[in-house]
T-cell receptor, first 113, second 110 residues
């Protein structure tokens, strides 16, 4: 039972490049989400999903795309990376958001030059 | 959107001391969780506590939903308690958005 797995753990991009952060969970959770954490700050919600085929925007969605084709996977895509997207990204999952706890992956540190 | 304020922003304790961390929120909620982020960045759920009181070892939490605040108590603190403590809430309209406060940074000295 791996829990919540994020890849890659570290990535360096040049401005304008694209990439995908992967998140996979093996707990059959309905709810999956992506957060970013900037130095000295709390976590800000980027996008979330309440089930396969259902996604919605969080607090800071601009510059990011998501899709949820399976229960297990929730990739986060940066289509044209910008230095402002330098951050640590966390994937978080749960059965249903308002009935239980949230479980976090270990994070992915992204630097955009 | 809902506002989540945590206090104090920073806290330094001597090992063995007790502390209380506070989380105020600006709207009715149906979900409140406390998290600990250790010095290596890992986030661990401490409590799912939309109302009432829970205890887990040296940690306990109380949420008074009608007065829009939650408290996290740490007793007999240990150096391993160091890190950042976050409160996160979901507004009552089931928006599926768990919004985080800016955290309380705790340092426990031996």
């Amino acid at each position: 039972n791996a829990g919540v797995t994020q890849t890659p753990k570290f990535q360096v991009l040049k401005t304008g490049q694209s990439m995908t952060l992967q998140c996979a969970q093996d707990m059959n959770h309905e709810y999956m989400s992506w957060y970013r954490q900037d130095p000295g700050m709390g976590l800000r919600l980027i996008h979330y999903s309440v089930g396969a085929g259902i996604t919605d925007q969080g607090e800071v969605p601009n510059g990011y795309n998501v899709s949820r084709s399976t229960t297990e996977d929730f990739p986060l895509r940066l289509l044209s990376a910008a230095p402002s997207q330098t951050s640590v990204y966390f994937c978080a999952t749960g059965y249903r958001l308002n009935t239980g706890e949230l479980f976090f992956g270990e994070g992915s540190r992204l630097t955009v030059l | 959107g809902i506002q989540v304020e945590q206090s104090p922003p920073d806290l330094i304790l001597q090992e063995g001391a007790n502390s209380t961390l506070r989380c105020n929120f600006s709207d009715s909620v149906n979900n409140l969780q406390w998290f600990h982020q250790n010095p290596w960045g890992q986030l661990i759920n401490l409590f799912y506590i939309p109302s009432g009181t829970k205890q887990n070892g040296r940690l306990s939490a109380t949420t008074v939903a009608t007065e829009r605040y939650s408290l996290l108590y740490i007793s007999s603190s240990q150096t391993t308690d160091s890190g950042v403590y976050f409160c996160a809430v979901e507004r009552m309209d089931s928006s599926y958005k768990l919004i985080f406060g800016s955290g309380t940074r705790l340092l426990v000295r031996p």
